[in-house]
């Protein structure tokens, strides 16, 4: 196999003078001419498993900075999808009906996020105030949801949810992500537009999702990092 | 990123004009001249597979109360950011290591023969020895300090002139320098020597630098070389293709350095550095 | 394009290419030949000069030739070969592990002729160092030629030194353990066998061209408890003698250096001293092996106030030798002044205590040889082996241990490294494979420069900072100015926490005013050393990279100790496997 310096630098994830300076010294199975390596795949995986390094011949370059657009709010609502009508007497019998209309979620493993949802209501409740719940897993990463989904919930009548100003929850928004850092970046731009008047005004319209997706977006747009401040 | 080129200051108005040319290199290129100002009489470069030993000429020595404020003199004048090189390690007392990381290193045509001895065909072993090992393009310098305002590279197909080529795209990028490409045609025709380039991926780099490719077609090199501008730095691979190709220079290289009189940057077959 | 696979550079095969033991065993093979006959042709060389030379020992004027040869030899040395003032033996552990082992060709030759001038003509040294050289010279230019990497090459200077060993004392296994020990310092698998078999095919070299002519016979001994109890006053005496040469030669060597005259007439003035003491000592003269063999043999004629002059006598030719300038090795020195201690005590117990059966002379002359290795060269198992091979028998093994063990440790007190690494001690240069120091020279800055940092210019307001602070994922950022570039300083968060979640402060605080300004920095060209150093005496855990006053990217210790763990596991695998 042949790959160019950089390259095999880029697959075990070192500097490139390291590796010239290996390949110099004899400490790594490569023959160098010029900027071509020449080795055996097998060789290199083997040397590299018994020294704590990983050979991955197709690494991508890791990314400078993670962006913190990566996800928009409106993409992940589009995953979770928007239900009307949702029924309960309490906080446990809501999620269990809000779960059941999850489509992202299989159904063997939808008691399994209900138990974690009740689970994460017992430590705090997650009722935001203003008639708004934002219930989630506390660890998202254990679900195995492949992208982030936000659903939200209008509830039929509105529950006690032991919120921070003891109103009634009548808009759940549950959400699920594939990382603590994903559920991080929703829950920020979430309660963003969680604290916009106008916002709320327009939840308590209960809109359908068409109207919601729209709203959303409009709202997003506007929420690139530099113009997200508030005076 | 940060380029340094390796100068041995030698405290005589010889080693001041090679300076001078050092530092319009340095200056055109935006690099750092590292200045040695020798303490002893040889020292030791280790390269990737050989060691070479340069035993300096006793000129290198002259007045070494001097030398610095010479070479300081020089340097503020040209308002150039720089550095002394001091060695750090020394393979016995009195033999100094100098490292070979240097990005550029300028030689005149020897340093350890007489300097009466210097001039055109001739270039000292010592120095051909690291054109040999070294990593960095070394600049040999005219007898008499010659600003150059074009680039002229030898381009004969071979591995080493792709690296000169690439070299001359890098210096005429960074400095604005119009580049000219010679080329004595032999035995192919035009077409193989663009599908080289293309093979490479220097065709398109070669357009928009607007570069002027001469193709001698008749005459003998030699001949020929009163093209290349006397103002020209001149850029070449050390080897050409013969068989014992790393063993001694070029036909190309030996005439070239014997008919030219330019400032000549020259490439050896272990330069690497990408475009 | 050509092809890249190259007819010259085997090491590119590919049967070589995942396995490089076959080709390392061929090349060992060639260079223990090469460096076994270095070591026949210094050897019969010195033969030749000695007999040539032998009618004017006599003269009034003999005192004269040390002189000469040593002027000669210096003047070899420095003037046509231009080697530099020559270590020997260090200079090969210094390429060894700073280099790789790269060696000039220059030096597989020269000092063979150059000490053969100074022995020859009768200087006090010995000639393993010079053919250990040019072995280990022989041996990394054989691979520079087959175009091999630095492990390879490092082993092919191992296969140098012990092929010359072996063939001068005939004794493979000494010059392995030599190799080894002394010259790379690393016990790998991988190298113990083409240094094994050059090792042999050195000592058949030597046998095969001048025979089985070996300097020192079998001998066989008797030895009794008592024997074994009086060896542990024996190495304290060799302990001091080998204390004594260490100093005296380290004293006149920086003597020497003081005198403001050419080289060569410094070691003139060193050879016509030693010649002077020649005069009424021969015995100190040249490299010392007829001696020995008399000594082993019984045939030493003169008395014990004789011998323990000679051992002074011999100390002070070997320093006057080496430190004037000569060109040589300690190796047979340290033989003949330990031959001479063991003979001096061995007499004195007899004088002593006549009654007590003692073992024979050569048996303390023997184990007076391996104090004195043990506690010169700090290399205890050379001695050990040296000795068990020299004397074939079983027998003095444990005399021989007690011996080496008590004078290896009594000199480490004293004098805390071996002969040939004092001075490499003292530059901080013993890089020694598998150590601290090794793996921190290999770092380079260049390598564990970070480049994640965003760069902030000193004009922006603390409003477009936090902006910044949002997006960056480390906790500081480079200030450079806007136009030109140069690097400023470096924003710290934890200095400016309390700002950062004021809204006030966000429209009136300009990012130059939070930026600390007299933040230390590292150039690309530093030693990491150096750069961990700094850190530590300021207790830093980032420092910034500033050449030609741009700002290149942070040094960080947590990337510096995965960077090193990393290069610890590739650089010591092998010693663990």
């Known amino acids: ?231 | 990123m940060y380029t340094q080129l390796f100068h041995i200051f030698r405290n005589t108005p010889l080693g001041r004009e090679t300076f001078l040319q050092s530092l319009y290199f340095c200056k055109q290129m935006g690099a750092t001249p590292v200045v040695y100002i020798p303490q002893h009489i040889k020292f030791l470069m280790y390269f990737d597979n050989d060691v070479v030993q340069i035993d300096l000429d006793d000129s290198y020595l002259t007045d070494p109360a001097t030398a610095e404020a010479h070479a300081r003199e020089m340097l503020d004048h040209h308002e150039l950011q720089h550095k002394f090189f001091a060695p750090k390690n020394f393979t016995a007392s009195t033999l100094p290591d100098i490292p070979t990381n240097f990005d550029f290193m300028c030689c005149p045509r020897s340093v350890s023969d007489l300097s009466s001895k210097i001039g055109l065909g001739y270039i000292g072993p010592r120095v051909r020895r690291i054109v040999t090992s070294a990593r960095f393009p070394v600049l040999v310098t005219s007898p008499v300090f010659k600003p150059w305002t074009r680039l002229a590279v030898f381009f004969g197909g071979s591995a080493n002139a792709l690296n000169a080529l690439k070299l001359g795209l890098r210096i005429a990028r960074e400095t604005g320098t119009p580049l000219d490409i010679f080329t004595q045609a032999e035995k192919r025709s035009r077409k193989d020597y663009e599908a080289i380039i293309r093979d490479h991926h220097l065709a398109e780099e070669v357009k928009q630098l607007d570069a002027r490719w001469v193709f001698f077609e008749k005459g003998s090199f030699e001949t020929n070389l009163y093209e290349v501008p006397h103002d020209a730095l001149v850029i070449l691979g050390a080897f050409g293709h013969g068989l014992i190709r790393n063993l001694v220079f070029g036909s190309k290289m030996e005439k070239i350095q014997s008919t030219v009189s330019n400032n000549l940057l020259i490439v050896g077959p272990h330069y690497t550095a990408g475009l | 394009m050509r092809s890249p696979i190259s007819w010259r550079l085997p090491a590119s095969w590919y049967v070589f290419r995942s396995d490089d033991r076959l080709l390392l065993i061929i090349a060992g093979a060639m260079v223990g030949v090469c460096s076994g006959v270095a070591a026949v042709a210094l050897n019969q060389a010195l033969v030749a000069v000695l007999g040539w030379l032998r009618p004017y020992r006599t003269e009034a004027w003999a005192f004269l030739l040390p002189a000469l040869g040593a002027a000669l030899s210096s003047l070899f040395l420095n003037k046509i070969m231009r080697e530099g003032a020559g270590h020997g033996v260090p200079e090969v552990i210094y390429s060894v592990s700073r280099y790789g082992g790269l060696m000039r060709f220059r030096s597989s030759f020269s000092r063979l002729i150059s000490s053969c001038l100074t022995i020859g003509s009768g200087g006090s040294a010995g000639p393993e160092a010079p053919i250990v050289m040019s072995g280990s010279a022989i041996g990394s230019n054989i691979a520079r030629v087959l175009g091999l990497n630095d492990r390879q090459r490092v082993a092919l200077v191992g296969c140098g030194a012990a092929g010359a060993i072996s063939a001068i004392f005939n004794a493979p296994i000494a010059g392995l353990i030599f190799a080894m020990e002394v010259i790379l310092g690393e016990w790998a698998a991988s190298n113990l066998i083409p240094i094994a078999i050059a090792a042999v095919a050195g000592t058949e070299i030597s046998h095969l061209l001048q025979g089985k002519q070996i300097p020192f016979s079998h001998h066989h001994f008797e030895i009794g408890s008592i024997d074994v109890m009086a060896c542990i006053g024996l190495a304290v005496f060799t302990a001091l003698a080998s204390i004594l040469l260490t100093r005296s030669i380290r004293t006149i060597h920086h003597k020497a250096d003081g005198i403001r005259l050419p080289a060569w007439l410094r070691a003139a003035g060193g050879g016509c001293t030693v010649g002077l003491i020649g005069l009424y000592l021969p015995v100190v003269l040249g490299e010392g092996y007829h001696a020995i063999r008399e000594m082993m043999e019984g045939q030493f004629a003169p008395g014990l106030g004789l011998v323990c002059i000679a051992v002074l006598a011999k100390i002070l030719a070997t320093a006057l030798t080496l430190g004037s300038g000569g060109s040589g090795g300690i190796f047979a020195p340290c033989l003949v002044i330990g031959s001479f201690t063991g003979l001096a005590y061995h007499r004195a117990l007899v004088y002593l205590w006549p009654g007590v059966d003692w073992v024979q002379e050569g048996c303390f002359v023997l184990l007076g040889m391996a104090g004195l290795i043990s506690g010169i060269l700090q290399a205890p198992l050379t001695g050990i082996f040296l000795i068990i091979e020299i004397t074939g028998g079983y027998e003095v093994i444990l005399p021989l241990l007690i011996v080496s063990a008590i004078s290896t440790s009594l000199c480490h007190y004293f004098e805390p490294a071996s002969f040939y690494l004092k001075d490499l001690v003292e530059k901080g240069q013993v890089l020694r494979p598998g150590t601290d120091a090794r793996v921190l020279a290999d770092l380079e800055v260049r390598e564990l420069l970070e480049t994640d940092c965003i760069t902030v210019h000193p004009d922006m307001l603390l409003r477009d900072f936090v902006d910044i602070v949002k997006q960056s994922r480390r906790n500081l950022f480079p200030v450079e100015d806007r136009q030109t570039r140069q690097f400023q300083g470096v924003i710290y968060m934890d200095d400016i926490r309390p700002y950062l979640f004021d809204p006030l402060m966000y429209d009136t605080v300009l990012v130059g005013q939070l930026m600390n300004a007299r933040v230390a920095t590292v150039s690309p060209d530093d030693d990491v050393v150096d750069v961990l150093e700094r850190m530590d005496a300021d207790r830093l855990f980032n420092m910034p990279v500033v050449a030609n006053h741009r700002f290149l990217g942070m040094i960080s210790k947590s990337t510096l100790l995965d960077q090193y763990r990393k290069e610890l596991m590739v650089q010591t695998y092998h010693l663990n496997r």
Not at chain 1, 128 to 138: D, E, F, L, Q, S
Not at chain 1, 214 to 225: G, H, N
């Open chain 1, 1 to 231: 196999m042949k790959l160019s310096i950089d390259q095999i630098a880029q697959a075990l994830d070192l500097p490139q003078g390291k590796i010239e300076r290996w390949i110099r010294q004899g400490r790594i199975p490569l023959v160098r001419h010029d900027t071509i390596c020449t080795f055996d795949q097998q060789t290199l995986e083997r040397w590299a498993l018994q020294h704590d390094l990983k050979f991955h011949p197709h690494r991508k370059p890791q990314p400078e900075c993670m962006q913190a657009d990566d996800i928009s709010l409106t993409a992940a609502l589009r995953n979770g999808g928007v239900h009307h009508g949702v029924s309960g007497e309490d906080t446990d019998a809501v999620f269990q009906a809000a779960v059941e209309r999850l489509a992202i979620i299989p159904a063997l493993s939808k008691p399994h996020l209900v138990q974690k949802l009740i689970e994460r209501e017992a430590l705090t409740s997650t009722g935001i105030g203003k008639g708004v719940a934002i219930p989630h897993p506390r660890e998202p990463e254990s679900l195995g949801v492949e992208s982030p989904a936000v659903a939200a919930c209008f509830l039929e009548a509105p529950i006690d949810f032991n919120a921070l100003d003891s109103r009634p929850v009548s808009v759940m928004f549950i959400l699920l992500s594939p990382s603590v850092q994903m559920h991080l970046q929703l829950l920020s731009r979430l309660s963003y537009c969680l604290r916009q008047e106008t916002f709320i005004a327009f939840l308590d319209r209960k809109p359908d999702e068409t109207a919601l997706l729209a709203q959303l977006s409009q709202m997003e747009s506007p929420c690139e990092p530099s113009d997200r401040r508030q005076p």
